[in-house]
């Protein structure tokens, strides 16, 4: 069982891939003519609106808190993805490819929600 904390650089063997079919998994997505014609989309969401929360109603990526039973950070994007949006990650034609830096969230003036 992996130890929980922050998710590692996404390693292959996670999911029973070796480097190499990764590897092969990418280029082959690379290659395809609507990945290297396409434009880049990116996907937002815009959170409820709620009296007293102060992220109401700003547009966000999908995603949130680690609940105690993720593993990592994998298992929480991937579980905030479906509750979130219906976007099942676990499906075969999605790729993990890795984990954006942490960042700490500030207010306008620096505290630390």
């Known amino acids: ?5 922050l998710a590692p650089a996404y390693d292959p063997e996670t999911f029973g891939l ?8 990418l280029d082959n997505f690379f290659a395809q003519p609507w990945v ?14 709620r ?4 992220w109401t109603g700003h547009v966000a990526l999908p995603g ?11 298992e929480t994007s991937i579980r905030e993805a479906k509750e979130e949006i219906g976007l099942d990650l ?3 034609h ?8 942490e960042r700490i969230v500030t207010t306008d003036w620096g505290k630390v929600p």
Do not use: V, Y
């Not at 949130?64 to 994998?74: Q, S």
């Open 51 to 54: 009296t007293g929360d102060r």
């Open 1 to 5: 069982m992996p130890k929980k904390g």
């Open 94 to 101: 999605c790729l993990p490819i890795g984990n954006l830096p």
């Open 36 to 49: 290297r014609h396409g434009d880049p989309e990116i996907l937002f969401i815009k959170r409820a609106t």
């Open 18 to 25: 070796s480097p190499g079919s990764f590897q092969i998994q």
């Open 64 to 74: 949130g808190k680690r609940d105690p039973e993720d593993l990592d950070d994998l």
């Open 90 to 92: 676990r499906a075969s």
